[in-house]
């Protein structure tokens, strides 16, 4: 019992993470299969962004706002995703399948083009750096790549 009330209380924390990227068109991927059919099936054509969602203060507070600044520029994804990493472990660890030559990090976000990844931002990049520095990293992604 006492599991199940942790488990539901740690929902409850993170739900406003999820939203904060959902509300702005990025699709949640909660399972490896989701993963697989959105980066090789829908993904597999033009640009995918896949957001690894955290739940960490000290990055993941600037990380979500700086994807919804991004989204604001002329060129953009494609595709949006969101994995939450350590919530949907099975999942989050199926999309790090894809950013081949980067050790786990969360936040962080891929871009991949036709299923490949073409470039990534790591906790490290994202930490410690403003809003406007973190977009900025994303929307010259998106004008290089689009």
Same mark, same amino acid.
């Given at each position: ?9 740690? #929902? ?34 033009? %640009?995918? $962004? ?17 994807? !919804?600044?991004?989204?604001? !520029? *002329? ?19 199926? !999309?790090?399948?894809?950013? &081949?030559?980067? #050790? ?6 891929? $871009? %991949?083009?036709?299923? #490949?990844?073409?470039?990534?931002? #790591? ?8 809003? *406007? *520095?973190?977009?900025?990293?994303? &929307?010259? !992604? ?5």
């Amino acid at each position: 019992m006492a599991q199940d009330f942790y488990i539901q209380q740690m #929902q409850m924390m993170v739900q406003p993470m999820r939203d904060e990227l959902t509300q702005i068109g990025v699709k949640e991927l909660t399972t490896p299969e989701e993963v697989t059919e959105a980066i090789e099936g829908e993904g597999a054509k033009g %640009l995918t $962004l896949v957001v690894v969602n955290s739940v960490c203060g000290c990055a993941a507070g600037l990380a979500r706002p700086a994807v !919804a600044h991004s989204l604001e !520029a *002329e060129k953009k994804p494609d595709h949006l995703y969101t994995v939450f990493a350590g919530q949907d472990r099975e999942a989050t660890e199926k !999309a790090r399948e894809y950013f &081949t030559g980067y #050790q786990p990090s969360s936040p962080s976000f891929a $871009l %991949l083009k036709e299923g #490949q990844l073409v470039h990534m931002v #790591q906790r490290h990049e994202i930490e410690g750096r403003s809003l *406007e *520095e973190i977009s900025a990293n994303l &929307t010259s !992604a998106y004008e290089k790549y689009c």
